[in-house]
């Protein structure tokens, strides 16, 4: 299983990243929220996502924004 993270900051460019990591192989993404600009925006996001997604939200000291 292929998961690749997503750490693009509008919503557009989440869905053309995954749309893109899907075409070249990916199961899954990795939906990072502490990279998004509206992280509450997230929940009807999800459901526009034409592939599975995990979602995670990191701490600065775990290597997050």
């Known amino acids: ?3 690749v993270p997503i750490i693009e900051k509008k919503t557009e ?3 053309w990243s995954s749309k893109i990591a899907r075409k070249k192989g990916a ?3 990795e ?3 502490d990279y998004m ?3 509450a925006s997230a929940t009807d996001l999800i459901k526009d996502l034409d592939i599975p997604c995990i979602v ?3 701490p600065e000291w775990e290597g997050g924004r």
């Open 31 to 33: 939906l990072r929220l």
């Open 27 to 29: 199961d899954i993404v």
């Open 13 to 15: 460019d989440i869905v």
């Open 37 to 39: 600009d509206e992280p």
């Open 56 to 58: 995670t939200l990191r």
């Open 1 to 3: 299983m292929i998961c």
